[in-house]
């Protein structure tokens, strides 16, 4: 991995007021925040229901319908935060020592990455969430979303004349992972067409979209309340040991009618457990560590909009790297507005030399870095090298062993029957000459040589001779890929 080099002239502007946008299927819920004197305000909510894929459809139609139903709802403001669709979202788990040095986290991380997805790491945008466990070791869970999905998502947020501050994920908002009342919690948001599920301790350890169930029927939801305890079952029998029996507490998220009904359908299953289930219908005083609106609704836009009003990050954070202020400043400034030649002109080189030299320092002083674990790096880029270069020749079925130990075990051990010569084509077709007392053992031998697992199509070639005999068989062998 590449060092990323940056920097900052600056501080960036607290926000006082935010639009949280929550994307659920085609439903578009969305509240307007401001936070005066240790307080929240709601200044404006809607949902809608988009006519148009955001994922799909071209991004300025849809940023048209989005600005559309802003207006309608009298939203004026610019900045918002976007919950993103838990289903963008592909994940990858492992284990980090806490021993290993920070320089080389970035580059472990960036090897398990490739392992654990599917798709090219460097077309996704990654974030991770870290916990703890015993004999310092962390738990890692990677987080992963096209950054074609997320161009496309901003393009649409442009059109619809916002600026997105964050890409965030509602489940988080709903759930946080910070604090000791979000250990060990199971976390289920029903949504339009799916339930999303997430774990935490200390961060995220689990994080998923079971699709599928929910279904409209005729404008009704229907949930699938066995398919959710099946798929939860699996989520936590992949945990490690010590991350599964910390958790204590289902939370269930949605609306009041299926949020019950899941209820009722997952506590005879798993309150055997030691597994408290509760249906949240909304939220703590404490939530937010600041005084909420009266009879505030629960939502994931609402939840989206106060944690960064409040300073608090998200556990997965999407957003991509926005230019620098040097690159901002060319940009607003080449335009022709507000300008003069002279004052331009001498701005812009002033500011360009400062930031080469800036630019030159923290290149020294990284590259210094970067000498110190060019070799560790190495190591482990020649280990993946060769992993990806044998991958392919590797082969765990060892089959002309087992070819060898069905035949002994189907030839006598007084010796009426031997082998001269066995021959293996192709990894399954064997053909085998030998000599037998007579043609009594001989067939004997080929009896248990068929009843042999993975033995097919025994046949007897050749024979010459009477005492002894002289034989040729053939058989092929398949053991289904069993090592």
Known sequence: MKP?????????KKLTSVL???????????????????????LQKFSATLALDPL????????????????????????????????????????????????????LLQLEAEKGFHADVATLHIADSRSALVDDKQHVLLAGVPGTQLAALENILVAAKLKPVSFALG??????????????????????TSVGLQITRGGVVALRSLEGAVENAGGRLELHTDLVARELRITLGQ??????????????????????????????????????????????????????????????????????????KPAFEFLPKRSNVVEQFVTKYSSGRLRTTGAVAAGVAAIFLAVFLVQQIQLWHYRSQWT??????????????????????????????????????????????????????????????GTARDYAALLAMQARLR?????????????RGKAPMQFVFAFNFNNGGAE
């Open 239 to 312: 945990l490690p040991g010590e991350l599964r029996d910390a958790v204590k507490r289902i939370r269930i998220f949605g609306p009041r009618d299926q949020a019950r009904q899941l209820a009722d359908a997952l506590e005879p299953r798993f309150a055997a457990l030691g597994l408290k289930i509760e249906t949240v219908a909304g939220y703590a005083p404490d939530e937010f560590g600041v005084q909420l609106p009266a009879e505030v609704s629960l939502s994931a836009a609402f939840s989206l909009a106060a944690r960064v009003l409040v300073g608090q």
């Open 56 to 107: 799909t459809a071209a991004p300025e139609l849809v940023g048209r319908e989005i600005r559309n139903q802003l207006d309608a709802a009298g939203v004026r403001e610019r900045h918002c935060v976007f919950g993103l669709p838990q289903k963008m979202v592909l994940t990858a788990q492992t284990e980090l020592p806490t021993s290993l040095p920070a320089a080389d986290v970035a580059s």
């Open 20 to 42: 949280g946008l929550a994307l659920d299927g085609s439903r578009l819920d969305g509240v307007v925040l401001k936070r005066t004197n240790g307080s929240l305000a709601v």
């Open 171 to 192: 489940i988080s908002a709903l759930q946080s992972a910070m604090g000791e009342k979000s250990s060990g919690v199971l976390a289920l948001v029903i949504g339009e």
């Open 451 to 463: 009843a042999a697992a993975g033995i097919h199509d025994v046949k007897l070639q050749q024979i």
């Open 4 to 12: 990323d080099f940056k920097f900052k002239l600056g501080g960036a």
């Open 372 to 433: 110190r674990m060019a070799a560790k790096v190495g190591e482990l880029q020649a280990i993946q090298d060769n992993i990806r270069q044998y991958r392919p020749w590797y082969d765990g079925s060892f089959k002309n062993l087992s070819i060898l130990r069905q035949l002994s075990l189907a030839f006598p051990e007084d010796g009426s029957v031997t082998a001269k010569n066995i021959e293996v084509r192709d990894g399954s077709t064997v053909t085998c000459s």
